[in-house]
């Protein structure tokens, strides 16, 4: 009875949403899922690190843990595992925790200014440059090497590809989390990491469900129909290309 009474109060939830963001031809909409598969609550080794980065993550439980498997689905693909857009480090710190769990010989490169966002354009709805700049080098270094004793990390400071890329010229990758926030920027990143993805790699961008962020899911979007990928769009967020061959 409880079932059913909360089922018809998420469909009509759905159902006005759906009629307001159609009229507002928003392209955005707010939905509840109906599917309840929640793997999440029974992994203790995710609940832990999830909740010892909950307090500094820009990103929400179902996309750190989309990534904490990712890490898990792309271990048979050789390569490195690189994150461009770190902030204070929380998804950085979930992704190494999962590769030191599997006993990974994969290194985890963190790319990041520490000084906010950039190269912002006409393409970017809401960013204008500089936002997320209350970091640093010093304060990831110590997450991620003193409080997480990780020692499989490389922390890079810079933008990136144009000022740190040529440090990981040489890697092959296998997964890259793009979480920078602009158009252009996602875009370089992309075509930086792409001659350099293993077959069956794949990148995650972070930003592609969400509103404020219109160029990224832009930038996806015009990279629908190429041969070379698959593009699954996820409603967690997550926009991402799995590289085919
Ligand atoms: C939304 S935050 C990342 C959030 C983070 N993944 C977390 O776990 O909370 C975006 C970050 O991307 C960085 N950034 C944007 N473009 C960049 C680029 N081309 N190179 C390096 N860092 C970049 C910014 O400095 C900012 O810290």
Known sequence: MARYFILSLIRLFNFVSFKISLALKAGYQISIPFATYAPWLK????????????????????????????????????????????????????????????????????????????????????????????????????????????????????????????????NKFRLCHIDVDTYQSGKEVLTWVWDRLSPGGIVVFNDFGYPRTRGITQLVEENRGRKDCLVIHNLNGHGMMIKLK
Request: aromatic share 10%; charged share 25%.
């Open 43 to 170: 992994d203790e080794a995710f609940l832990n690190t999830f909740d010892r980065v909950r307090g500094i993550s820009l990103v929400n439980l179902y996309q750190c843990w989309e990534l904490w498997k990712l890490v898990d689905e792309t271990e048979k693909t050789p390569g490195d595992v690189i994150e461009v857009g770190v902030f204070k480090g929380a998804t950085s710190a979930i992704m190494a925790t999962k590769l030191k769990q599997n006993n990974s010989p994969a290194k985890f490169i963190c790319c990041d200014t520490f000084e906010g966002v950039v190269k912002a354009s006409g393409a970017d709805n809401f960013y204008k440059g500089g936002e997320h700049k209350d970091t640093s080098l010093n304060f990831v270094t110590n997450l991620l090497t003193q409080t997480f004793q990780l020692n499989n990390v490389v922390i890079l400071k810079g933008i990136f590809p144009d000022e740190t890329g040529h440090q990981v010229q040489e």
